[in-house]
């Protein structure tokens, strides 16, 4: 582990709720994917210190993209629309260090 990372991939999901109409993480499957991908992460044994982590976010001001994640230290931004783009995100990027290209934005 780096000194200067906690964790080694640090992944923030869109959680946003908009109640005036305008597009929104919330409801486009925002929760059960960030539960979804926690779950699997766990069932992968790369939760933890030194690992990744796994986290909701409040507006990260992209939900007309989305619904959307973001993968740092890389700062890599992606949309899904099922948990099988979800698990392609954490085979590619999250445990392969690639780029999963047609789900970025």
């Known amino acids: 582990m780096s000194d200067n990372l906690y964790y080694q991939k640090h992944v923030f999901f869109c959680m946003n709720e908009r109640d005036d109409g305008r597009p929104c993480c919330a409801e486009r499957g925002a929760q059960a994917a960030q539960e979804h991908a926690k779950r699997r992460i766990?069932?992968?044994?790369?939760?933890?210190?030194?690992?990744?982590?796994?986290?909701?976010?409040?507006?990260l001001d992209r939900c007309e993209q989305g619904p959307v994640l973001v993968v740092y230290p890389q700062g890599?931004?992606?949309?899904?629309?099922?948990?099988?783009?979800?698990?392609e995100i954490i085979e590619v990027d999250l445990v392969g260090g690639g780029v999963v290209e047609r789900l970025k934005v």
């Open 76 to 87: 890599t931004w992606y949309t899904y629309v099922d948990q099988t783009d979800i698990d």
């Open 42 to 59: 766990k069932q992968l044994d790369l939760n933890g210190a030194g690992k990744i982590r796994i986290n909701k976010a409040g507006c």
